[in-house]
């Protein structure tokens, strides 16, 4: 069966420094991949999606970039985070473009 | 542009009632899927539903059941007999297949509060 891991679970950085997020997929293969972001309020923002290997998409401009180096593998980064960037980050898989979409536990980024 | 409205930011009920979560989108795509998740307090979200434009049947499943309208653009969720394990917050959400991606657009939530 398929299963979705993103890590840390929880990460405090304080304003300025760099951030990466992780997130793999198992059982799978060349997987849709996205990063949302969810604020305080709830709403959830689509970040990137990748449909393959370093084909990546950007939904808002921002602060933080995105990379897919492998098949299976996300990576959320920053170079310099904003207190703007704090929140709750996941990640999420699916299979072709009209499938469910399957998240991860999500990491909670609190800048200071 | 689409857009997902759940006019219901929060929602108290006692155990064994009956609850529905409203949904009513907008989307210019003639064929587009639409999704319910549970955001439990753990954070995850976990996928209920999944239901494309072409399909208006009701489903039914154990205590959750779902009615999609597309006359009103509305796809609202029931659970019946309600629990306290149903507490969660809970997303309709909107993807139409244009870009290659399945790119999601989520209402705003609504947070389901079951007492006892």
């Known amino acids: 069966s398929q299963t979705i891991h993103q890590w840390p679970a929880t990460l405090v950085q304080p304003v300025g420094s760099p951030l990466s997020l992780e997130c793999t997929v198992e059982?799978?293969?060349?997987?849709?991949l996205y990063w949302y972001r969810q604020a305080a309020g709830r709403g959830l923002q689509l970040l990137f999606y990748s449909i393959g290997i370093d084909q990546i998409s950007s939904e808002v401009p921002q602060n933080l970039s995105a990379s897919r180096p492998q098949d299976r593998q996300f990576i959320l980064s920053s170079k310099k985070l904003l207190l703007s960037d704090s929140g709750f980050y996941l990640c999420a898989w699916s299979d072709g473009p009209t499938g469910e979409l399957f998240f991860g536990e999500g990491s909670r980024l609190t800048v200071l | 542009a689409q857009k997902v409205t759940q006019a219901q930011t929060e929602i108290s009920v006692v155990e064994k009632e009956d609850v529905t979560l409203d949904c009513v989108y907008e989307t210019r795509d003639t064929t587009y899927y639409l999704f319910w998740y549970k955001q439990p307090p753990s954070g995850e979200l976990v996928f209920l539903i999944r239901?494309?434009?072409?399909?208006?049947q009701n489903e039914i499943s154990g205590r959750y059941s779902w009615n999609f309208q597309k006359s009103t653009s509305s796809f609202n969720f029931t659970i019946t007999a309600s629990q306290v394990v149903d507490s969660a917050v809970y997303f309709c959400a909107l993807s139409g297949i244009t870009g290659g991606g399945n790119k999601l657009t989520f209402g705003t939530g609504t947070q389901l509060k079951v007492e006892l």
């Open positions: 059982g799978t293969s060349n997987p849709n």
């Open positions: 239901r494309n434009s072409f399909d208006e």
